[in-house]
């Protein structure tokens, strides 16, 4: 048996009017890989904080090495050999990777100077060990999202900690990289760390850990040895319930009938000669490495970006996009990959976002048909199934999986012929991923064509009638139904033809 | 052989200094350009410019917004702005002249409480910001008027004089042909230089205005780092005002009216980002000298200073939108 390394007990956590935690149980041994799993709000990422010191317990103890500590900031958490990938990517922008990594423990000259060569150097070291290709003095805003979170989790390694939280590591990275991140973790194993594995995503579970915990609302519901388990057995215990199915997805009869035709598409240095049609009532999967192009197609399409060539037709009718007006007034909806940034207003309530975008509907000159727009938050509310306690909370207290639906009524309310979807699940947990794949069903059946840009083939290949996979701004290739699986979207995406 | 190594290492030295003079001339090329252009203009129109003795006025003129600027850089680094230094001007000029006249401190004395006075307001500044979610823009706009009221109250409405010429000396004296003024300004310049290149603090403040939570999540002292930021900005309008009051021999507390907004603008011309993270002390130098030049040169060339603020306001939005220009 092996050494215990850390042992959470009844940890409790309060915030203002809810109970984060309440007496929560985990453990975790020397060089073990333990997941904790459960839905978006279930406390998993607020118990790593309270271990990472960003907040404080108001109740339970933590032991780390058979000694009880008390840790009350993220200093102490660092000296007690805790250190944490976030899941949000904290690193600033306008400093080097060197910089970041070394922030707030930068070396120090005899002098009280910063030891610029020394950090530079150690920083270099580390990226070469992860055969990265990078310069350690590049600014972090000069790198992709991928490269930041590897970066992110280098930092997090550097420190040489005995306990790695790592909360959704691989979010946004490509294969490669989650391999490497794999064969990481397998190194810090041998070396004795302790592993926090936060994820969604099922089989990267199966594939590194040792263990798995389960939350759900904030609560305890069980651990299990990972080679003991299944699929299924971990979603119930998440969900608390039995999920029939996660996918779900009526196929229609094949009509032929265009309702979105791009030919030649072009936007210099970032989308090269796209062409592709929708046809109506299908789902149009669009797979492809992150950074392949696919957003930049949709942003040119819904008159966000500008294109220097090419043409786009609506039904058989040629159309000029310039702003997002021209494409809704085309019925053309796209709900935005990142919600926060690009979708949501998070401080406004649920109804102004639901109603945000089909004003003119119920405002006229001074008057507000304020029943009409009560009237169809409600429709979307209860259709969509938004978990919220009324149509007048505030956006960002919502789960993620809801704040999702939101945007999708907001955009389902201008009535669109072609929705485009942009990673519709990201960050949503299994709960709601379910739900929303339903609602792409029932539009589907209602006629709504859809593109979905996806990084999880899975998803792709369950959901969509084609798939287009992109490469280097190009789409390489457009597979049908029966020849989609993951070896050849991968083989396409990596620029195989 | 000792010797050997030694010039290697004095060449070393001297490779890094050459790497980092272009470094700088790069990275301020726009507004450099706009700087030498404004220069030549001005020469051709006024031949007078170019005179070793106008340039020192210039440089004279530039010092005290300079102070102002310097320390106005670093808190819009870390994301803030500090509105009050043209107030604090005068409560420590007037607070400086004060204890001379009325209540006969030696005059060292009554400099160095001067400047706590206005490193006080800095550090009360810093502090609520730091504690409360007060926006520094409001918490500054507060101080602004509690200073300038306060300069008003102490010297009831009217300029302290104070005739002596070991205080005036401080602000009108010369070391050969340059100012104590600029002298004080290099050493600032040498200190601020320092604190933000070489130094985990300077550090820190790019790392809270590029990203507060990658601060904190790094275990960053934010509210040290914000606390030293506005008490380093009360302390240079400090030395400002007392600078000025002795120039002037007397407090006045209508004193650094604006001057503030002067700050503001000289830091935004040296390409500093009013949005945090972003910027440089050797830019916001240059901002300084464009608009010292600038309002020199409008002098020089006889143009009525009511226009004078016409053509500052025109330069501020084409140079900053050149910049953003050139950068996108």
Request: charged share 20%; with cysteine.
């Amino acid at each position: 048996m092996s050494e215990q390394l850390l042992e959470m007990s009844k940890i409790v956590k309060k915030f203002p009017g809810v109970y984060a935690l309440k007496g929560v149980d985990f453990s975790l041994k020397k060089g073990e890989v333990h997941a904790l799993l459960g839905e978006n709000g279930a406390g998993k990422s607020t118990l790593m904080k309270v271990l990472g010191g960003i907040y404080v317990l108001d109740e339970g103890s933590i032991t780390i090495n058979n000694k009880k500590v008390h840790i009350n900031n993220v200093n102490e958490a660092k000296k007690n050999g805790v250190s944490i990938i976030h899941q949000e990517i904290v690193l600033v922008p306008y400093l080097t990777i060197a910089e970041n990594i070394f922030l707030g423990r930068e070396p120090l000259k005899k002098n009280g100077f910063i030891d610029m060569d020394t950090m530079s150097r150690q920083a270099q070291q580390f990226i070469d060990d992860f055969d990265l290709g990078l310069n350690a003095k590049t600014i972090i805003s000069d790198l992709t999202v991928a490269q930041q979170q590897m970066i992110e989790i280098i930092k997090a390694v550097s420190f040489n900690s005995d306990i790695i939280v790592m909360d959704e590591p691989t979010s946004s990275l490509t294969d490669k990289e989650v391999n490497f991140l794999f064969k990481t973790i397998q190194q810090l194993k041998k070396q004795k760390a302790g592993i926090v594995y936060i994820s969604h995503r099922m089989n990267e579970l199966f594939e590194i850990t040792d263990r798995i915990t389960v939350m759900r609302d904030g609560e305890y519901i069980g651990t299990v040895n990972t080679n003991e388990t299944n699929n299924n057995e971990l979603i119930s215990m998440m969900v608390g319930r039995d999920l029939d199915k996660l996918y779900e997805r009526t196929y229609m009869e094949k009509t032929g009938e265009k309702v979105l035709e791009v030919k030649n598409l072009s936007r210099k240095g970032v989308i090269d000669d796209v062409n592709f049609t929708l046809e109506k009532g299908e789902i149009l999967g669009f797979s492809g490495l992150v950074g392949a192009g696919r957003s930049e197609v949709m942003k040119c399409i819904f008159g966000i970006d500008a294109f220097d060539s090419g043409e786009i037709y609506v039904g058989n009718e040629k159309v000029t996009i310039k702003v997002p007006n021209d494409a809704i007034a085309k019925g053309i909806a796209y709900v935005p990959e990142n919600r926060k940034e690009e979708g949501l207003f998070l401080i406004k309530p649920v109804d102004y976002n639901i109603s945000i975008k089909i004003l003119n509907e119920f405002i006229k000159l001074f008057k507000v048909d304020k029943s009409y727009e009560d009237a169809q938050s409600e429709k979307y509310i209860r259709e969509l199934a938004i978990k919220t306690p009324n149509k007048e909370q505030i956006v960002s207290n919502l789960s993620g999986g809801n704040q999702q639906k939101v945007l999708f009524s907001r955009w389902l309310a201008t009535k669109p012929n072609i929705l485009i979807l942009d990673e519709p699940t990201r960050g949503v947990d299994v709960g709601a991923k379910s739900e929303i794949y339903s609602i792409m069903n029932e539009l589907v059946k209602e006629g709504v064509s859809i593109i979905m840009i996806s990084s999880e083939l899975p998803e792709i290949i369950n959901m969509s009638d084609r798939v287009a996979v992109m490469y280097k701004g190009s789409i390489q290739k457009v597979l049908e139904k029966e020849d989609m699986n993951q070896e050849k979207i991968m083989y396409y995406a990596t620029g195989g033809n | 052989m000792s010797n050997l190594s030694y010039e290697t290492k004095n060449d070393h030295i001297f490779l890094k200094m050459g790497n980092a003079v272009l470094q700088y001339l790069k990275e301020n090329k726009g507004i450099l350009i706009g700087l030498v252009v404004l220069c030549i203009f001005i020469s051709i129109m006024n031949p007078d410019f170019l005179t070793t003795n106008n340039l020192m006025n210039v440089l004279r003129q530039t010092s005290t917004n300079m102070y102002l600027a310097i320390a106005m850089t670093m808190v819009i680094i870390l994301g803030g702005i500090d509105l009050s230094v043209g107030s604090i001007i005068a409560v420590t000029g007037v607070a400086t002249t004060m204890l001379i006249a009325v209540a006969g401190f030696p005059i060292w004395l009554a400099v160095v409480i001067g400047i706590l006075v206005g490193m006080l307001f800095g550090a009360f500044n810093g502090y609520v910001s730091a504690t409360t979610i007060i926006p520094p823009f409001i918490i500054t706009l507060a101080t602004m008027n509690i200073a300038r009221g306060a300069a008003y109250v102490i010297s009831d409405g009217k300029p302290v004089r104070v005739m002596d010429d070991s205080f005036n000396v401080i602000g009108s004296g010369y070391i050969g042909p340059v100012p104590m003024q600029v002298i004080y300004l290099i050493v600032f310049l040498i200190i601020a230089y320092l604190i933000m290149n070489k130094t985990r603090l300077g550090r820190h403040m790019y790392a809270v205005g590029g990203n507060s939570e990658a601060a904190k999540f790094s275990g960053i002292n934010i509210k040290k780092v914000k606390l030293f930021a506005y008490t380093f900005s009360g302390f240079m309008a400090g030395v400002a005002g007392v600078v000025l009051s002795a120039r002037m021999f007397s407090g006045q507390p209508t004193a650094g009216d604006m001057a503030e907004l002067d700050a503001i603008a000289a830091v935004v011309l040296g390409g500093t980002s009013m949005t945090g993270g972003r910027g440089k002390i050797g830019g916001t130098v240059i901002g300084a000298l464009i608009i010292g030049v600038l309002s020199n040169g409008l002098n020089l060339l006889g143009v009525s200073s009511f226009w004078q603020y016409v053509v500052k306001g025109v330069v501020i939005l084409v140079a900053v939108y050149a910049d953003v220009f050139r950068k996108k």
